[in-house]
């Protein structure tokens, strides 16, 4: 079955620094376009970034020029790169997939950033 395993949030402070892994399985990974959301405390579940397979990429217009999206379909991965993170950026973040019609979720890593 389809797995999404997240890795890499924590508690930062405005400023700093964080990288988000997501590790998939019983998927044809280099094939299919990979997806980082986040929910925030009472705020709808929103897309953050995205990667196609061959690996254009778009983002929210909230996070331009700050985070970068990549993969690396050897290891059946996909990254987050976080930079000048803000307060506002305190979400559960979640890696997604769309496998035969069928949204797939990682359970979900916590980003908590302070001022």
């Known amino acids: 079955q389809v797995q999404l395993v997240e890795s890499g949030g924590g508690s930062v402070q405005a400023g700093g620094s964080l990288r988000l892994s997501c590790a998939a399985s019983?998927?044809?990974?280099?094939?299919?376009?990979m997806g980082w959301y986040r929910q925030g405390p009472g705020k709808q579940r929103e897309l953050v970034a995205r990667?196609?397979?061959?690996?254009?990429?778009n983002y929210a217009d909230s996070v331009k020029g700050r985070f970068t999206i990549s993969r690396d379909n050897a290891k059946n991965t996909v990254y987050l790169q976080m930079n000048s993170l803000k307060p506002e950026d305190t979400a559960v973040y979640y890696c997604n997939c769309n496998w035969f019609n069928t949204d797939h979720w990682g359970q979900g890593t916590q980003v908590t950033v302070s001022s």
């Open positions: 019983g998927i044809i990974f280099r094939i299919n376009a």
């Open positions: 990667i196609t397979s061959s690996g254009s990429t």
